[in-house]
């Protein structure tokens, strides 16, 4: 039998999750700003397990019947779906995602710093040990480097075909360290460690061939978008993770699906700046067009990236979640 303590502790929730469908019902979905359609969500969750729990107490008929009727009102505009247009995507990039970037900023710095020591620990091994950097390029491009030639020469004469593939290697890389998440976030922090590691790898290799300058010309364009999707990439994992690892007064499944719903959100937005990065990497990071003219285009892409993610959706609010 439920006792009284247990009900009264979670009155407030049922409550609060009432008024908010009411307001739903009276004005609309979109009079709700997104906190509210968060909580709304996260109190919908909570009531349809405590309601799970009041249906196997026999003496609790008329209040499961009640909890019933609400849980039932809340599911059709918590699932609800929406149309997608060009007004919504707009709203989406310009306003919401910025801010839940910058909500979720400590993800994005954790998985920035693991990075960053992986490719640090990267060069001081191949400085050391300079057989570790064949490991990641292969002989034979360790062998061209030698000869003052870069493997990226390669793409210039498949260029359609190269931002296809380049596309779709980005976009996977993204999606599993992403998914990694569900691993407890094991998979997305090897992902990001050994994405670090290798491009610390690599980029002393060159530098002890004399071909720096080659790679960071080559990255410098495409790796303006391409280095901080894979960040975000790893950001959305770790929120996942702690979804799935740290629910704190939520059950863990209402915290999982909140995370879910958040990292998703994260990667999704990853994919345009994917696809100019892919584009990018195919039609001028391999090309011999000036290396200022490479260097330019990637500190204007990432200055431009740093504005959006820093600065969008602090003033207006949109008028729909």
């Not at 729990?53 to 929406?82: E, F, K, M, W």
């Not at 998914?179 to 610390?200: D, E, K």
Request: net charge positive; aromatic share 8%.
């Amino acid at each position: 039998m439920l006792s009284n303590l247990w009900i009264n502790s979670r009155k407030h929730n049922w409550n609060r999750l009432d008024v908010l469908v009411r307001q739903v019902e009276s004005t609309g979905i979109k009079s709700l700003p997104t906190s509210e359609i968060r909580e709304l969500g996260i109190l919908y969750r909570q009531t349809a397990a405590d309601l799970s729990a009041i249906q196997a107490d026999p003496s609790s008929r008329t209040l499961a019947q009640y909890l019933n009727r609400l849980v039932s009102r809340a599911h059709n505009y918590v699932y609800s779906g929406r149309r997608i247009s060009l007004s919504s995507l707009w709203r989406f990039f310009a306003f919401a995602y910025p801010r839940l970037l910058r909500r979720l900023s400590g993800y994005l710095l954790a998985a920035t710093l693991i990075s960053v020591a992986a490719g640090l620990l990267g060069s001081l091994i191949v400085m050391v040990r300079p057989s570790f950097g064949v490991m990641f390029l292969g002989a034979q491009r360790v062998a061209d480097l030698d000869h003052h030639k870069m493997w990226t020469d390669s793409v210039l004469s498949i260029k359609p075909e190269a931002a296809s593939g380049i596309m779709t290697n980005n976009i996977t890389v993204c999606f599993l360290t992403f998914a990694g998440g569900i691993t407890a976030g094991l998979f997305t922090l090897y992902s990001l460690f050994n994405n670090g590691l290798m491009l610390g790898a690599i980029a002393v290799v060159c530098r002890q061939h004399h071909m720096a300058l080659s790679l960071w010309s080559f990255v410098a364009a495409h790796g303006a978008l391409e280095l901080p999707s894979i960040m975000i990439a790893g950001a959305a994992g770790l929120r996942l993770a702690s979804g799935l690892l740290f629910p704190g007064m939520l059950h863990r499944r209402a915290a999982l699906a909140l995370a879910g719903l958040e990292s998703v959100q994260l990667v999704a937005g990853t994919i345009p700046l994917l696809i100019i990065a892919g584009t990018l990497e195919a039609f001028l990071s391999p090309t011999h067009a000036p290396i200022a003219l490479k260097f330019a285009v990637g500190a204007i892409l990432l200055t431009a990236l740093t504005l959006w993610l820093t600065e969008a959706g602090r003033t207006r609010t949109p008028k729909t979640p």
